[in-house]
Nanobody, 126 residues
Framework: QVQLVESGGGLVQAGGSLRLSCAAS????????IGWFRQTPGKEREFVAAISLRGVTTKYADSVKGRFTLSRDNAKDTAYLQMNSLKPEDTAVYYC???????????????????WGQGTQVTVSS
């Protein structure tokens, strides 16, 4: 129902910043919670951050808390992941995904999300 396209990835030095964007098509963007996940070869896709329908509530993985900020602009059908103080261990393919709002807590499980973008590569050098 929602088509997602990530952008903004690239190669940066440790300590640098990147801002990822997740652009959505359709008119139902504001009916979905947005999640960001990342995956490194040899590892399972892991939760990074999630945001509520109106962007009021966010949840972050412990590994990125305090460094990453997730926001959304429903008028532009776009979500953003601001990544600061990047570390080499942040290197991964980053994906945005949608999930229908359900329950009080923001979903963090990969299996709960249904619509995924193609991913954007983030590489942080030492």
């Amino acid at each position: 129902q929602v088509q997602l396209v990530e952008s903004g990835g690239g190669l940066v030095q440790a300590g640098g910043s990147l801002r990822l964007s997740c652009a959505a098509s359709g008119r139902t963007f504001d009916k979905y919670r947005i999640g960001w996940f990342r995956q490194t070869p040899g590892k399972e896709r892991e939760f990074v951050a999630a945001i509520s329908l109106r962007g009021v509530t966010t949840k972050y993985a412990d590994s990125v808390k305090g460094r990453f900020t997730l926001s959304r602009d429903n008028a532009k059908d776009t979500a953003y992941l601001q990544m600061n103080s990047l570390k080499p261990e942040d290197t991964a393919v980053y994906y945005c995904a949608t999930v229908p709002a359900s329950g009080i807590d923001l979903q963090t499980a990969v299996s709960e999300y249904q619509n995924w973008g193609q991913g954007t590569q983030v590489t942080v050098s030492s």
